[in-house]
């Protein structure tokens, strides 16, 4: 986990020992830092107090916020939201840095998203790699996928990656549209993430390619709109969530 101490706007990154001996425990400040964000984010005061682009680093991560409010988290109990003025709030964070190369599914996948070995890994064996104080507050969101036919598929993920139409606003190389684009992709610059050198990468989306159970859509490491074989191991996925 990265630990930073900001004076008068200069920030200094400190080692966990140094955040020691200043008499703080670097988990407890990890705890405190997402407990404020996430009170913020309930508060629907979240655009006051950041930006569309914003970066919050959370433990290892540095995550860029992707879209407000665009995601609905499906552990709110129904009847509570009756008694609310207004839907409850949700901030959505995608990973500056991707994370290491995986294929989507080892062969053709009929249904899609809902079915691949990234889905699974992503919210069955990774998720159990962040820190325990970020999972607690992650949110289960329902995400629509077609498959490469055009069934229609729901999904409740922790864990996920944009389908083609939230990256680019449209179908291109998918037949469907699932879910409207995020407000940070309005260009190619905007879709690009990095390899751990600091150089954009290709990395998947959640749609299949129209027609193609073995093909999935992603993108380029210029931003651009690309498809390949499900089973490529050497495209990358992105890191999503959504807090609340």
């Known amino acids: 986990m990265k630990n ?14 140094q955040v020691r001996e200043l008499g703080f425990s670097p988990d407890t400040l990890l705890k405190q830092a997402i407990d404020e ?13 950041y930006n569309l682009y914003d970066t919050v680093h959370i433990g290892d991560y540095e995550l860029q916020i992707i879209g407000f409010d665009h995601d609905e988290d499906c552990n709110v109990d129904s009847l509570d939201v009756m008694f609310r003025d207004e839907s409850p709030h949700t901030i959505t964070l995608m990973a500056k840095t991707l994370l290491p190369a995986r294929c989507m599914h080892n062969g053709a996948c009929e249904n899609g998203w809902i079915d ?9 064996e990774f998720i159990n790699t962040l820190p325990q104080e970020l999972v607690s507050h992650i949110c289960t969101i329902e995400k629509e996928t077609h498959n490469y036919d055009g069934k229609l598929f729901k999904t409740k993920d922790r864990l996920f990656i944009p389908s083609e139409s939230e990256l680019f606003g449209s179908a291109i190389w998918s037949d469907y549209e699932d879910g409207p684009r995020y407000e940070a992709f309005a260009t190619c610059a905007d879709r690009i993430r990095l390899d751990e050198d600091g150089d954009g990468d290709w990395y998947w989306s959640r749609s299949a390619r129209g027609g193609y159970s073995t093909y999935f859509a992603y993108v380029s490491y210029v931003g651009g709109a690309v498809y390949g074989y499900a089973s490529d191991t050497s495209i990358r996925a992105p890191l999503c969530f959504c807090l609340a």
């Open 4 to 17: 930073f101490i900001s004076i008068n706007g200069n920030t200094t990154e400190l080692t966990d020992e």
């Open 37 to 49: 964000l996430s009170a913020i984010v309930k508060s629907g005061n979240a655009r006051e107090h």
């Open 116 to 124: 691949t070995d990234l889905r699974k890994y992503l919210n069955t």
